[in-house]
């Protein structure tokens, strides 16, 4: 389920003036984390100049401060989906829904240097 307009404006505000936002996605921290389980969860915005992870309140998915900030060149997968999807960003586990894992996957060919697209299966027509 895509994130709510509430959550992208909050987002937006801790982003750079003018940043347009390509993908936003919600996470779990998947160990170390401060909440409940060792969890906490989180935000991921992808915009055309970073991916910005930003920390939220409790029991809400409303951003509530800036965790990291890395450059878009960061590769978010691969995403492990061997028992719930996970991936990697700066040594931080964090855990998402299945349902996001077509967003890391978008977000990570935006920016990869190969071919994405499944070859021509009738190149010859």
Partial sequence: MPLSSAVRMRAR?????GTEI?????AMSAAGGRGAFGTAPFVVAVTDT??????????????TSVHARYPRSIQLGPVDTSISPTFAIGGLVMETD?????VIRAADAEISQENCLPPDP????
């Avoid at 390509?22 to 919600?26: I, V």
């Fill in 50 to 63: 970073q991916v910005t992870v930003l920390g939220c309140g409790w029991f809400s998915r409303k951003p």
């Fill in 22 to 26: 390509h993908y936003l996605f919600p």
């Fill in 13 to 17: 505000a801790f982003l750079p003036p």
């Fill in 122 to 125: 009738l190149p010859h027509l």
């Fill in 98 to 102: 299945e349902e996001y894992v077509p």
